[in-house]
């Protein structure tokens, strides 16, 4: 039965377990293993305890200033305590998440990328590099492996949090992704096939942020999974020029 409260409907912890228990279900019909259901939804829900942690964070700064400097330390100090507690099982949500991805492995190793890790990776790649180019061609089994040897430098727990990553990079680069996609990328005078052909790919917004971040452990994976030397080299020149203005 729902908890009320001054008319306000709450959810309990029944109605929360059918809901996943229910969510899991309908993505195993639709072939999602529920290893993967599992983890998808443990990383929405660790989302939203930080999400609900920064929320706290924010009010704790809103204290009634009529109430005086007491009522308002006191409201800081709660809302402090209140906001390390969602710290807290956050982190617990999100260590449950990533380990049931990768069961009997701890979350601070490198296991082998998983489908939902690649598949979410997918996801947050192609709209960031839509938002400085058009879409061009590469083969999908191309784009699988460029990422699977990227997200192989990663642990479990910085794969969960890649999306983030990749978001603040193209936001922090943006002028200089804005050259190197003008000038070597879809609609360039560059062709397609060549040495500057993983530009063409929305896989490219991954490599980038990996050969600024550390290029070493890629460098590494990428030799391991035999992809093209001249792919990295490629975009590791037009990265370099586009830092200088071409």
Same mark, same amino acid.
Request: net charge negative; aromatic share 6%; proline share 6%.
């Given at each position: ?9 709450? %959810?309990?912890? =029944? #109605?929360?377990?059918? =809901? ?15 290893? /993967?259901?599992?983890? %998808?939804?443990? +990383?929405? $829900? ?24 007491? @009522? ?5 100090? &709660?809302?402090?305590? %209140? ?20 069961? /009997? ?11 939902? $890790?690649?598949?979410? *990776? ?11 180019? /058009? ?16 997200? *192989? ?7 969960? &949090?890649?999306?983030?990553? +990749?978001?603040?990079? *193209? ?7 804005? !050259? +190197? @996609? $003008?000038? @070597?990328?879809? &609609?360039?005078?560059? *062709?397609?096939?060549? !040495?500057?052909?993983?530009?063409? #790919?929305?896989? #490219?917004?991954?490599? %980038?942020?990996? +050969? ?10 990428? /030799? ?23």
């Amino acid at each position: 039965m729902n908890a009320h409260d001054g008319g306000r409907q709450q %959810l309990d912890a =029944a #109605s929360v377990l059918n =809901a996943r228990t229910t969510l899991v279900q309908l993505l195993a019909r639709a072939g999602v293993y529920s290893g /993967d259901a599992e983890e %998808l939804i443990g +990383l929405v $829900e660790a989302g939203a305890l930080a999400l609900a942690r920064q929320e706290v964070e924010a009010l704790g700064r809103e204290a009634p200033q009529e109430k005086g400097e007491p @009522y308002g330390s006191g409201w800081l100090d &709660g809302a402090r305590s %209140l906001a390390d507690g969602l710290d807290r099982i956050a982190e617990e949500a999100l260590r449950r998440a990533v380990a049931a991805g990768v069961p /009997d492995r701890s979350a601070d190793d490198r296991p082998p990328v998983g489908r939902m $890790e690649l598949e979410r *990776a997918k996801v947050a790649v192609l709209p960031l590099y839509l938002s400085f180019t /058009d879409v061009s061609d590469l083969d999908p089994e191309a784009t699988d492996q460029v990422l699977k040897a990227l997200l *192989a430098t990663l642990t479990s727990r910085q794969r969960a &949090g890649y999306p983030g990553r +990749l978001t603040e990079f *193209a936001t922090t680069h943006r002028p200089r992704l804005e !050259r +190197l @996609y $003008e000038e @070597y990328g879809p &609609g360039s005078a560059i *062709a397609i096939h060549g !040495r500057y052909s993983l530009v063409h #790919s929305p896989t #490219s917004i991954a490599v %980038l942020e990996r +050969l600024a971040d550390d290029p070493a452990p890629l460098r590494d994976e990428w /030799d391991a999974a035999e992809l093209p030397p001249a792919w990295l080299d490629g975009l590791t020149t037009a990265w370099e020029r586009s830092g200088t203005g071409g």
